[in-house]
């Protein structure tokens, strides 16, 4: 086979749903909601024009499931059917030819901005690292009845996103937020039912997947995104992410996504991240670990990180560590990529790391987000990507934004 037909090729999932390609988009933050929590009329555009791109599995960015936890400004918010008709506007946008299109929920934990919620919340009251403290605020632990409750809220908003036409749903467990500060022993020291062992710290991963499966039904599918290790002191391990993995597979999780990294150790981006020669040559960040958790499980892998080449790609399928293959920012700035790459074409732009020369934010990856998210921006409102565009211009002009919208009452911010 060429290596386009590697990725080219269809792949049908357990429970029988056919994804057209071995592409997948993953999640990039949109901030394209309303003030209220609705998806912006942007959103259908973005993700029309992903879904002509030729992407077979699309991830959105993370949609949060309670207004009084907000992970940035500009956060979809899904808590009931209120904004129904514009979900399902988007829905039949991202759908579009052939397109398999899924939510990603999350709720962000303590790994909110200053200022944006009331207060944050964590499975336990454990701050940041001392030079992050100026722009997250110390957590309040969360108490049993508000963990029901946070469960409860994922399984709801998972039976909306099927009701408004998605066919699939996420959970970000990844990058620091709040399903994998549960699952991190350093985020982590309860010791009731929901800490204290690394059995107990899957409890509550599992407990929403159990209640997102209630409310969808069997065929549904449901995917987690979830890291292979945080890269800190006293963090979650790869030994502990492969017992995870197992656990969810053995649950009946639809897809397993793996990244890595947090804020404080952003091994996502490939920010502060040292590199194995061998890494490099197969250019993706986990691999390694996909190869592990493959021969473990069945579940359908897929990895997101450092994937440059078609031949990197195609190599990674044909070898048989993972089922699909996860690109994002390249998509950012040339949405067509997948036509590209199955038809046999390298893609026309490369990525590249993006820096400030401004230290604690180009320790936490923060450029990397916020000149992305300009770039689906420009989609968003039916202009082209920028592929050379200014850092600072868009650093600039995003941080005032978020300093006009984190830095109202909260009261007004969460108001619906």
């Not at 209220?36 to 030729?54: E, I, Q």
């Not at 699309?58 to 209120?82: H, Q, Y």
């Not at 091994?267 to 960040?285: C, I, L, N, P, W």
């Not at 923060?366 to 565009?389: D, F, I, S």
């Amino acid at each position: 086979m060429q290596w386009n037909e590697y990725i080219g090729q269809p792949f049908t999932l357990p429970n029988g749903v056919k994804v057209k390609n071995r592409l997948l988009k993953s999640a990039m933050s949109e901030a394209l909601g309303q003030k209220d929590g609705a998806p912006k009329p942007d959103l259908v555009k973005l993700y029309g024009t992903w879904a002509d791109g030729g992407i077979g599995l699309c991830i959105t960015g993370n949609v949060m499931i309670d207004k009084r936890a907000l992970g940035e400004p500009g956060n979809v918010i899904i808590e009931d059917e209120s904004h129904l008709l514009a979900l399902q506007a988007w829905a039949k946008a991202a759908t579009r030819n052939g397109t398999q299109c899924w939510v990603q929920l999350n709720h962000p934990g303590k790994q909110s901005p200053k200022g944006l919620n009331k207060e944050n919340v964590s499975p336990s009251a454990i701050p940041f690292r001392k030079e992050m403290q100026a722009f997250f605020a110390v957590p309040r632990a969360l108490t049993h009845e508000e963990i029901l409750d946070i469960i409860q809220r994922f399984g709801r908003a998972a039976g909306i996103v099927k009701k408004a036409g998605f066919t699939g749903v996420q959970i970000h467990g990844a990058h620091g937020y709040l399903v994998s500060q549960f699952l991190s022993p350093h985020h982590n020291i309860r010791t009731d039912e929901w800490g204290g062992t690394p059995e107990k710290r899957r409890k509550f991963v599992l407990e929403v997947y159990k209640s997102m499966r209630e409310q969808v039904g069997p065929n549904f599918p449901i995917g987690i995104k979830l890291n292979s290790a945080d890269f800190q002191r006293g963090g979650f391990t790869e030994e502990e992410s492969l017992e995870t993995i197992q656990a969810l597979s053995a649950a009946g999780m639809d897809l397993i996504e793996i990244s890595g990294g947090t804020y404080e150790a952003p091994a996502m981006t490939g920010v502060k991240a040292e590199v194995k020669e061998s890494t490099k040559q197969r250019e993706a960040y986990f691999l390694d670990f996909a190869e592990k958790a493959r021969k473990t499980i069945s579940t359908p892998l897929a990895v997101t990180g450092g994937f440059r080449s078609l031949e990197g790609m195609a190599n990674a399928v044909s070898s048989g560590a993972i089922d699909f293959v996860g690109i994002a920012r390249i998509t950012a700035i040339e949405p067509d990529a997948p036509n590209r790459l199955i038809s046999g074409k390298e893609t026309k732009h490369q990525v590249k790391p993006l820096k400030t020369g401004i230290g604690p934010i180009d320790k936490m990856g923060l450029m990397e987000v916020t000149w992305y998210t300009g770039q689906l921006k420009r989609m968003g409102a039916g202009e082209p990507p920028k592929p050379r565009e200014s850092v600072y211009i868009v650093l600039i002009k995003t941080l005032w934004h978020q300093m006009k919208m984190g830095f109202k009452k909260p009261g007004k911010l969460r108001a619906s």
